[in-house]
């Protein structure tokens, strides 16, 4: 335990879960805006296509960390279990169903010839289910009620924004491997610019969470902890964050010209702004801790006890 945070961290989420959290994001994040350009007309048709082998594949690898960190597939059988009371297994039927759609889009998108009409409906279904997807993630974290830290409605807007940001890098770099910089040249300039703005808005939405998170004295310990890491100062904001940003920009504006060099400062604005909202999830959920109750000059720590379900009470002499 950190002797500075007097609340005990939660140790059952481990970075498997973050990684699972991470490459649900991607694959939502990358589906809903390829889903969303493939209804804007044939000129952004590649970005539709690499969209698609992005998403089923991320969700694909995200689930095997999920079984990796279950212990066992039946366990994830069982996660689907009680739909009505469990967020985890709404959770698990939204992804799944989710997975389903994305994996039929992709094969009637690239191997079989079908109206329009049908990849239409298709599309549409897996926006809402992409979105679902997206949210989840937080939500996910939203019904953890012994973590003050998590339990607030800005953590799945967060996480929405988050996957958004990262499946639009993702995208971005797919379209500038496998495009023709020549043809993709114009896209990629929008798409730097787009990026710049969703990075914006993501800076924006965490700042909002930190501070709601000061303002209440449950969840200021899992502030003051997640902001003394460098991995989430520099790893996240300044690596994650402002970089990528930074080199939009900078994309964006050398792309006016002849474009010259350009890919790689997209790609690697890119991979920091991914690597970026891996390290996000997992300062999240590594920072989340139980509040510590000051009563009488004696401070009540909540703890997990063994063999318990439920955490119980513990109290630590003052200091």
């Not at 059988?77 to 039929?104: D, E, N, Q, Y």
Request: aromatic fraction near 10%; include cysteine; charge should be positive.
């Amino acid at each position: 335990m950190d002797p500075k945070v007097n609340g005990q961290l939660q140790h059952d989420w481990s970075w498997l879960i973050a990684a699972y959290l991470f490459l649900g994001g991607v694959g939502g994040g990358a589906y809903t805006i390829g889903a969303i350009n493939s209804f804007m007309g044939e000129e952004l048709g590649l970005s539709t296509t690499v969209a698609l082998w992005i998403a089923f594949p991320a969700l694909l690898v995200g689930t095997m960390f999920l079984i990796a960190d279950l212990g066992s597939p039946s366990r994830a059988v069982l996660a689907a279990m009680k739909p009505k009371t469990s967020w985890i297994a709404r959770g698990t039927l939204i992804i799944s169903t989710f997975m389903v759609l994305s994996f039929l889009h992709l094969v009637l998108h690239q191997f079989v010839a079908v109206d329009q009409s049908v990849l239409n409906v298709i599309a549409i279904a897996g926006i809402v289910f992409a979105i679902g997807t997206m949210a989840y993630t937080g939500i996910l974290l939203g019904a953890s009620k012994g973590i003050p830290f998590w339990r607030t409605g800005i953590v799945p807007a967060l996480f929405v924004i988050s996957a958004l940001v990262t499946g639009h890098f993702a995208l971005m770099l797919g379209i500038a491997v496998f495009g023709d910089i020549a043809e993709t040249s114009a896209m990629l300039r929008v798409m730097a610019l787009e990026a710049a703005v969703l990075v914006a808005i993501e800076v924006l939405a965490i700042l909002f969470f930190l501070q709601a998170a000061f303002r209440q004295p449950d969840p200021r310990e899992s502030a003051e902890r997640i902001l003394r890491k460098r991995m989430f100062v520099i790893g996240y904001f300044i690596l994650g964050l402002a970089a990528p940003l930074v080199l939009m920009l900078v994309a964006y504006r050398a792309m006016a010209g002849d474009g010259a060099g350009v890919v790689t400062i997209l790609g690697l604005g890119a991979v920091l702004g991914l690597i970026g909202g891996l390290i996000l999830r997992q300062a999240v959920l590594i920072c989340g801790a139980l509040p510590t109750l000051n009563m009488a000059g004696f401070e009540f720590r909540r703890i997990h006890r063994p063999k318990e379900p439920k955490p119980g009470i513990g109290m630590l002499p003052p200091s």
